[in-house]
């Protein structure tokens, strides 16, 4: 059983190995909380060779409700409500991927989302920074956990609204931690020979933010929820620009960017 963001599922797996491989992989995000999905992991009826691409699939709605997610090796069914799955295929891949498209769909739910990027917190505050590949989102969640800071995750961050605000969680994938923290601040990254903390517009970082969070579904309906979900966010937080340096100077400046209320 595993909790992401609040939300609990259990994996079961026809493959022993395959299912002592995911509780190896997780370990801090067990749960012995009720499940509230699930997924089943079935054998294909023959033999596959693992695929060469590992992009992550679109999930497309089928005829009768719920979606499909489909690779070379691999196809996974997830039911209408969005709660229970069956995956067929082999090794850890297939199970990642529908582990993000239901949490993707879950935080839809709630009117959030599951964006690619790096979280850190400071004090209970925590900042939001994505980009495209080669940004700097691992490079600076090393230099702020080298400062003794804590990385939600450098990979997939959860977001959602609350009443109070906004909020931001660690997920397992790369690094993680199960915590989370009120998300004050979504923003960009630049290189720069000094670091320093930059406002910018909104919009800026809408397009960027909108080319990393991940699709509940590959449809009209799952385009417009991603689109009022990340206006609604950045309406309700700071957006700023990290320009950062490789040095410690980088952490300095993110805590206090965090530090003020």
């Not at 004050?184 to 397009?207: C, H, I, K, N």
């Amino acid at each position: 059983m595993l909790s992401l963001a609040g939300w609990t599922v259990s994996l079961e797996c026809e493959d022993a190995a395959l299912e002592a491989s995911l509780v190896r992989a997780f370990p801090a995000f067990r749960t012995e909380a009720p499940a509230r999905a699930r997924i089943r992991v079935l054998r294909p009826a023959a033999p596959v060779s693992a695929s060469s691409g590992r992009a992550l699939p679109e999930p497309r709605p089928v005829p009768g409700g719920g979606l499909r997610v489909e690779g070379e090796d691999y196809v996974a069914d997830i039911a209408p409500e969005g709660r229970s799955a069956t995956v067929t295929g082999e090794g850890r891949f297939p199970v990642d991927t529908v582990l993000k498209v239901m949490l993707a769909g879950e935080l839809a739910r709630r009117g959030g989302l599951l964006v690619h990027g790096v979280a850190v917190e400071h004090e209970g505050r925590a900042a939001l920074w994505t980009g495209h590949s080669g940004a700097g989102k691992s490079t600076l969640g090393g230099l702020w956990a080298g400062a003794g800071g804590t990385v939600l995750t450098d990979e997939l961050v959860a977001v959602w609204p609350e009443a109070e605000g906004w909020r931001a969680a660690g997920t397992p994938w790369n690094v993680g931690v199960p915590r989370e923290a009120s998300l004050r601040v979504v923003g960009l990254l630049g290189w720069d020979a000094a670091s320093r903390w930059e406002p910018v517009g909104a919009g800026e970082v809408a397009r960027v933010l909108l080319l990393n969070a991940l699709l509940p579904e590959s449809s009209a309906a799952g385009r417009r929820h991603l689109l009022g979900a990340a206006s609604r966010l950045l309406g309700s937080v700071e957006t700023a620009r990290l320009v950062f340096a490789r040095d410690v100077s980088a952490a300095q400046v993110v805590r206090a960017g965090l530090g003020t209320e």
